[in-house]
């Protein structure tokens, strides 16, 4: 008799941010297998009786295939076990949840699909951030640093963040690297103005969390903070909490600011929120 696997999002570290599905099939799975950035904390959740093996692919560094990720799934769960396949954030959010499922419906195996909170989302929250808001961006882009993710076959990786070069979009990056100065030419060449506002968020919702709030002109100067990180690029940024954000000394534009608060006040004015 089958198994089955449920892929799980463990969110973007904070333990409370599971779900309550989550926590349940944690304590009761016989296999987990999970991503190299699970928290300890969330691992400490995990019952003493499951089978708890890291199948963690992080930097380029790779200990176990994805192939191999994929044959311990359908083995387990043939053997008749409930598996937790584990992923940070969110398991549809970049983190190949798609060749998990196709190797699973190739093999008749079971399976559920349990969301968590994003990265993105989680990151936003910690730094105060309305990823949209209604006089600045109405357009979330979810992309990733890595350039074998963003380059297409034309080979023109800027081509991708171009379409998203106006002032009513939020980029998220995700994997941005520590060389900022490769994503500053890269969010340049798409057309973004240098003095569009930009945050890095390192290990969000965890002790270790730190806020950067800068501009894409002095990204190339941003501290190297500890990974792993997301980059927030767009006008939202200026919304964050400024008492949970360290900043670069030129961030703040006293003149820009002000022009921005008086559109803000005005079409106020003339327009009330709609009813949610």
Same mark, same amino acid.
């Given at each position: ?50 089978? /708890? ?30 598996? /937790? ?55 979330? /882009? ?93 006008? /939202? ?40």
């Amino acid at each position: 008799m089958n198994g089955k696997v449920y892929l799980v999002g463990a969110g973007p570290g904070d333990p409370e941010l599971l779900t309550v599905k989550a926590l349940r099939l944690l304590r009761t799975a016989n296999v987990v297998f999970h991503d190299d950035l699970v928290s300890s904390e969330i691992l400490k959740l995990i019952s003493p009786a499951a089978e /708890v093996q890291n199948v963690g692919k992080r930097c380029g560094s790779k200990t176990i295939q994805q192939e191999e990720i994929n044959f311990l799934l359908v083995a387990r769960a043939s053997s008749g076990l409930q598996v /937790v396949r584990l992923k940070s954030g969110d398991p549809l959010i970049f983190g190949r949840a798609g060749e998990e499922i196709e190797a699973l419906r190739r093999s008749n195996i079971e399976y559920e699909i349990v969301p968590g909170v994003t990265s993105a989302l989680g990151a936003a929250a910690a730094a105060g951030i309305p990823l949209t808001h209604r006089r600045a961006s109405s357009t979330i /882009v979810l992309t990733t640093g890595s350039r074998a993710t963003v380059t297409r076959a034309s080979g023109n990786h800027d081509a991708d963040w171009s379409r998203f070069a106006s002032a009513e979009s939020t980029l998220v990056v995700y994997m941005p690297g520590s060389d900022y100065g490769e994503i500053f030419s890269r969010l340049t060449a798409a057309g973004f103005a240098e003095r569009t506002p930009c945050a890095i968020v390192s290990r969000a919702t965890t002790p270790r969390q730190r806020i950067y709030r800068t501009t894409i002109s002095d990204l190339r100067r941003a501290p190297r903070l500890e990974s792993p990180t997301l980059l927030v690029v767009g006008e /939202v940024v200026k919304f964050a909490d400024r008492s949970l954000v360290e900043e670069s000394a030129s961030f703040v534009e006293p003149a820009f600011e002000a022009a921005f608060a008086q559109t803000i006040t005005a079409s106020l004015r003339t327009d009330e929120e709609p009813v949610a």
